[in-house]
């Protein structure tokens, strides 16, 4: 148990016997820390370790991303928790689970569309490692990311590198990212160390300003540096909607297209509003959605 931000805890567990732990992605467990409290359990989206820990634990460990709705609340404690935890101590965590299953089986699509707001993304990042693990044969996936604060991406920075490294033939993730927060605070003179992010500055380009994240990736001989941009603002669903219907000008690429989304309502509401769109709706295209909540 670790802290990985200024507001995110990561647990990675593994079980008592070392077998591996079986889920789908996408699935949930509910777990007690007993140090915290012998009678609370709550839902959190079971993670890869590998899309948040350059170098997990142990091979057949499973994870959590958990971040810190509020000093008085079970995921503020468990910060806290970690925050204070002595090297090399590990505290007992209860699992139940796993629970739950996405109502979309994304692998039965051509075309997928993952929106995620927010530590919302956790279920996406699941859903998008076990893809990169086995790649389909043909599949093309769009990841719409939103964070308000530039930090955020460093949750999952890993699997973000996984991403723009992966070269598979027939099988491409396209990653969006975006700063919702016009505000936040950048850092693109801040010297940052290895295994970090180098943001440069901000270019205007017709539109939402873009900003260039250079990731050094470390020593080892395949960690060339990444390049990726992502957009201060929030997502145009028309563009990245009709980008999708319009894609390679080929008509008949796809009919159905899954479309997975766990963050916010507004974020939510935004999407659902861009699909009902005449210009949207009367493509001869289906989307089919599934949504996610959680309550703490």
């Not at 899309?51 to 460990?61: G, I, L, R, V, Y």
């Not at 739950?100 to 051509?110: A, K, L, M, Q, S």
């Not at 075309?111 to 599949?139: C, F, N």
């Not at 505000?183 to 270019?203: E, F, H």
Request: with cysteine; glycine share 6%; aromatic share 8%.
């Amino acid at each position: 148990m670790r802290t990985v931000d200024p507001d995110v805890t990561y647990l990675e567990l593994q079980r008592k016997d070392g077998k591996p732990f079986k889920s789908v992605p996408g699935q949930y467990c509910f777990i007690c820390v007993p140090k915290i409290s012998r009678v609370e359990w709550h839902p959190f989206t079971i993670v890869s370790p590998r899309s948040c820990s350059e170098k997990p634990s142990f091979s057949t460990s499973f994870a959590f991303c958990v971040r810190d709705q509020g000093s008085k609340t079970f995921t503020g404690k468990l910060f806290k928790a970690a925050t204070n935890l002595k090297t090399n101590s590990h505290p007992q965590v209860l699992v139940d689970g796993p629970f739950g299953f996405p109502g979309v089986c994304i692998r039965e699509y051509r075309r997928v569309l993952l929106v995620a707001g927010g530590i919302g993304v956790t279920p996406v990042t699941a859903l998008v490692q076990d893809l990169l693990d086995k790649p389909p044969s043909k599949m093309h996936v769009t990841m719409v990311w939103v964070v308000r604060k530039e930090h955020h991406f460093k949750w999952f920075e890993p699997l973000l590198k996984q991403i723009l490294r992966s070269k598979t033939q027939g099988f491409r993730v396209e990653l969006n990212l975006f700063l919702s927060n016009s505000r936040a605070k950048l850092s693109g003179n801040n010297p940052r160390s290895p295994g970090t992010s180098k943001v440069n500055p901000a270019v205007k380009e017709n539109g939402p300003e873009k900003l260039h994240i250079t990731q050094n990736c470390g020593p080892e001989p395949n960690d060339a540096p990444l390049t990726h941009a992502h957009e201060i603002g929030r997502p145009n669903w028309d563009k990245i909607l009709s980008g999708m219907i319009n894609e390679d000008g080929d008509e008949t690429a796809w009919s159905h297209a899954a479309v997975f989304v766990c963050g916010p309502p507004g974020l939510k509401n935004s999407l659902h509003s861009a699909l009902a769109t005449p210009k949207i709706a009367r493509q001869s295209r289906r989307f089919d959605i599934h949504e996610e909540t959680f309550l703490l």
